[in-house]
């Protein structure tokens, strides 16, 4: 799409549910990157999630922090980015699916969207719902054009209304004009359901990961830690990561360094014990490149869990660009990489491929991980995408 010329008022508007919040999560997930992206050409707001569980306080022992960062999001009310993409918060309670309470919170939502809308001169938009319950707003406004995002098979979170957000993930993947998928499970599911089903994948900041290691900048919290470090960068949950193996591997591996970087949202006090287990906490995006530098292997230690298998982890290619070893429990989207990766079934398989890696010292391999993503880049996803988005 050739519209940079555009003035800003004439250009076609997107306005995105995001499944994530701009200000306090991930940038480095599919939405952010996409949406931040698609501001270069398109009139952008980027609606901060607006949940699908209400957090609790003692089932969740990290439930206080996420409200406060939901108020402080809150709070921010609109704000535009610095390549004019905007962004907004609004008051909204994740009640959706209740007879009647969750009507009067999607009506009280499109309000405030309508509100938004209205201020930024965005008319006829195209509707992209990356978070399910987005659905319960848009279907108010009669979307002409609606792009539905698959990334996780959510109905498999814990905590949710499973037959609540199965129900809103049927009812979008029929009636969107565009389904995009990052699995292959999920596009196959997809397009039973809707012939506009497009397999994507997730893309990869090539450049920011690649070329991480010519600079000597190192964090100094990671460069304090014994090596060889065996490494892992995002969300540390027990829905996800087997803690059962991390703690066997730092049992088994004693005299290598277990550095976990991320958000914790689960209790770790059983693996706080060992003194080779280093928990450095969530980094900003930017810096994630100069931690995943330093590690000698790159792991992911997942549970085998649905959630797992219709997974395609960005850090994936991020840890592939780092040009890193990789060792994993074996989920389907890792075949692809099967000749530069180690996927593996069980936590004795796992122990050995980390004691491989941390020998390797094949230059050739590195590269061949680093090609094997160099044109897997968030800039050529884009291209795809909006390739269809102009089709509607």
Known sequence: MKNDSIKYKDKPAI?????????????????????WRLAKYYKVLYVNSLGIRVPSLRQDRYAAKKMTHKFRS?????????????????????LFGRPLVGNIVSVF??????????????????????CPTGWEVVKKLSPR??????????????????SYIVSLNDTLTRVADLVLCVNTG??????????????????????????????????????IVPKPIIGFFGKIADDVCDFQLIEYMAKALPDM??????????????????????????????????????????????KKNKWIEFCDPVKTKEYLALGKPIVSIEYPELKR????????????????????????????????????????????????????????
Request: include cysteine.
């Open 74 to 94: 809150i709070v921010r009310f609109l704000r535009k980015t610095d390549n004019g993409m905007y962004v907004f918060t609004p008051i909204s309670i994740p």
């Open 257 to 302: 360094s277990i550095v976990l970087v991320g958000p914790v949202s689960s209790d770790v006090g059983d693996l706080k014990k060992y003194k080779n287990i280093f928990f450095l906490g969530r980094k900003p995006y930017e810096e994630i490149p100069h931690y995943g530098k330093v590690f000698d292997v790159a792991i992911m230690p997942w």
């Open 15 to 35: 306005v995105c549910f995001a499944g994530s919040d701009w200000w306090y999560q991930n940038r480095g997930l599919f939405s952010p990157q996409i949406l």
């Open 186 to 223: 999920l596009w196959q599911e997809g397009l039973k359901k809707n012939p506009n089903c497009i397999l994507v994948g997730h893309g990869v900041d090539f450049d920011k990961f690649a070329n991480a290691d010519k600079s000597e900048y190192i964090p100094e919290d990671i460069a």
């Open 337 to 392: 990489y099967k000749n530069i990766t180690c996927a593996v079934t069980n936590y004795d398989q796992f122990i050995n491929c980390i004691r491989t890696a941390i020998e390797e010292c094949d230059l050739n391999l590195k590269l061949k991980r680093q090609e094997s993503v160099r044109n897997e880049t968030w800039d050529d996803k884009i291209k795809v995408i909006i390739d269809f988005i102009e089709k509607l």
């Open 109 to 130: 939502t499109l309000l405030q969207v309508k509100l938004v809308m209205r201020l930024l001169s965005f008319k006829n938009p195209i509707f992209y719902i990356a």
């Open 145 to 162: 054009y609606l792009i539905y995002q698959r990334t996780d098979i959510i109905e498999e979170m814990p905590g949710i209304n499973k």
